[in-house]
């Protein structure tokens, strides 16, 4: 290897000599960081959270989950009294961690809605998550950083044909990305 003739930079030309590179060792280290916050708040959320809220590390970020009894009466989207402490900690743990996009995401099982003020379990879902989503936001979260979707029974994560199952497709998630 020849190391005596180096190139030099022409006038004018600020370019690094190997961008690809630069450009990955930034992409690396700011992944490094993102997966060190991840797990930070994967950690703190099991050890105050404790059945409250699970967690799910995933490509895309951290899946937090609450079933609906915990912030729910049946076929509600007022949040329970007790449930408002639990999310006053919580939005206390998120915003520890740092910057994340934070999409509020309402579930429900499969069977109909019955009467009410919803006329379907896509309108149930969307009130659940909009009510986090609105405490949030009562707890000084940058509205630019949260998003509100509703999932109705389309994403269930066990069967519905027993009551365990659709219990736990009555969720809200929080996806952090």
């Known amino acids: 290897l020849d190391t005596s003739v180096a190139s030099q930079p022409e006038a004018g030309d600020t370019e690094p000599e190997n961008p690809p590179l630069a450009a990955s060792v930034g992409a690396n280290a700011r992944a490094q960081v993102v997966e060190s916050q991840t797990r930070r708040l994967a950690r703190l959320v099991e050890e105050r959270f404790r059945g409250d809220v699970k ?17 729910f009466d049946s076929a509600s989207a007022e949040l329970q009294a007790s449930a408002k402490p639990m999310l006053t900690r919580l939005a206390g743990t998120l915003k520890e961690v740092g910057e994340a996009q934070v999409s509020v995401e309402g579930h429900t099982d499969n069977r109909p809605v019955q009467g009410g003020e919803f006329t379907s379990n896509w309108d149930l879902a969307a009130a659940r998550a909009n009510a986090v989503t609105r405490f949030l936001l009562s707890q000084g979260f940058d509205p630019r950083r949260l998003h509100s979707v509703s999932y109705a029974d389309t994403r269930p994560v066990a069967a519905n044909d027993t009551a365990s199952g659709r219990a736990a497709n009555r969720r809200v998630e929080l996806q952090i990305q």
Request: aromatic residues 0%; hydrophobic residues 55%.
């Open 55 to 71: 967690t799910a590390e995933q490509d895309s970020g951290l899946l937090l989950t609450i079933a609906d009894v915990v912030l």
